[in-house]
């Protein structure tokens, strides 16, 4: 008799997790997003779901930065950040402009020293700039002048590397479950305080 009880018991319990079993799967199936396929064999899934797939092109960072080798700001257009084009040649332009300067004012004082040497006293710094002075301004002008250019060149590599590195943040899958926030504690012994950085994950 015992037996038997122990039998039915241990049989309600097995049915009893075998339709618990089935009723998760169900649940599973009807939580699993509808997805569709295309021509290519993608598995794109809705925008409302939390697995949203985002095709990648590996070549597009390499793309930008070549774009924006070939003409400044080009990269920038090739990534959709049109407001930074105007940046671009505002920095570039600057940058020309200061060495165009630089080069022009060298020029000056250099071509007055040699009508010095040259035995001229009629050279537009005559009243202004002694022999000295004029060795002086063209060593400032250019020492002036090779910074523009370096500047100029820096700002063009910086262009490229806008471009390139923005390529890559705009393939960069942003989920809302993950966070990253800083923080400050201050510690209650010796109180001292610290910075750092929190990261949240959110898992359904």
């Given at each position: ?30 939580k699993k997003p509808e997805s569709t396929e ?167």
């Amino acid at each position: 008799m015992r037996n038997k009880l122990f039998i039915s018991i241990f049989c309600l319990l097995l049915s009893l997790s075998a339709s618990a079993q089935k009723g998760k799967e169900k649940k599973a199936e009807d939580k699993k997003p509808e997805s569709t396929e295309n021509v290519e064999g993608l598995v794109i899934v809705p925008a409302d779901s939390a697995l949203v797939r985002k095709e990648i092109d590996p070549l597009r960072p390499a793309k930008a930065a070549f774009y924006s080798a070939v003409l400044p700001g080009l990269g920038q257009a090739y990534n959709k950040k049109y407001w930074k084009i105007p940046i671009v040649y505002a920095a570039l332009g600057t940058g020309i402009y200061f060495y165009i300067d630089n080069n022009k004012q060298y020029n000056r004082v250099r071509d007055a020293y040699k009508r010095r040497l040259a035995g001229f006293e009629d050279d537009e710094f005559q009243d202004r700039l002694t022999d000295d002075g004029l060795i002086e301004a063209q060593k400032t002008l250019k020492s002036n002048k090779e910074l523009s250019l370096l500047v100029t060149i820096g700002l063009y590599a910086l262009n490229i590397i806008d471009a390139n590195v923005d390529a890559h943040l705009l393939q960069y899958n942003v989920d809302e479950n993950l966070s990253l926030k800083p923080h400050y504690k201050i510690d209650e012994f010796d109180k001292t305080g610290s910075f750092g950085l929190t990261m949240s994950l959110k898992l359904n």
